[in-house]
């Protein structure tokens, strides 16, 4: 269980194909206090540390969550966002997030406004999951309010610390990203289709 809170960015420094499975080594602030078995989400996508290095730590994406995200996209030196599971004894600042992606989305807007950002994103409705105005969704693991939502398309406006504290900074119109619908939202909406 995370918040969507990011703790810090990561490097990708390895790339590792085993099979259908890939190897991501990250390097982090934080990967020497990680431990083996551990879940971290990384853009948002639980996974578990297969092993710890100096400075290092490296994760292991199936074949099931190189299609269901865009983890197939990170090369050496792609920047991803970082966050450690949520401790139960402290505030939860963002959302519940359980760090499983829903589905890609594309970015169709990237504005720069004055001392914020206007991101808007399409995804395909078809899943049945949708956004609330003023509901949460999770984008490449970052928590985040959703504006002008729509059936297929919703906007999320970022303060200057998100941006530079984040791998939004480099996404433009037409990357892809991964996001988690609210989880509530995902309840709801299957009770109403019943």
Not at 62 to 78: A, F, P, Q, R, Y
Not at 164 to 185: A, Y
Request: hydrophobic share 40%; glycine share 6%.
């Amino acid at each position: 269980m995370f918040t969507g809170i990011i703790e810090t960015l990561g490097e990708v420094t390895a790339v590792q194909n085993d099979q259908t499975n890939v190897h991501f080594t990250i390097s982090s602030a934080i990967s020497n206090e990680l431990k083996i078995d551990q879940s971290v989400a990384h853009n948002g996508v639980c996974l578990t540390v297969v092993a710890v290095h100096d400075g290092s730590h490296t994760v292991t994406a199936i074949d099931e969550t190189l299609n269901k995200t865009n983890l197939d996209h990170l090369k050496v030196g792609s920047k991803v966002n970082l966050e450690r599971c949520m401790q139960m004894n402290a505030r939860l600042d963002g959302h519940i997030v359980q760090g499983h992606v829903d589905q890609t989305v594309i970015c169709v807007k990237r504005e720069e406004l004055d001392g914020s950002w206007e991101y808007r994103f399409k995804y395909d409705a078809s899943a049945g999951n949708v956004t609330v105005e003023k509901g949460s969704a999770c984008v490449n693991g970052i928590s985040l309010t959703v504006v002008n939502s729509e059936q297929d398309e919703f906007s999320v406006f970022i303060i200057p610390y998100t941006f530079e504290h984040t791998n939004l900074q480099d996404v433009v119109v037409g990357d892809t990203v991964n996001l988690e619908f609210d989880i509530i939202g995902k309840y709801v909406a299957r009770l109403m289709a019943k």
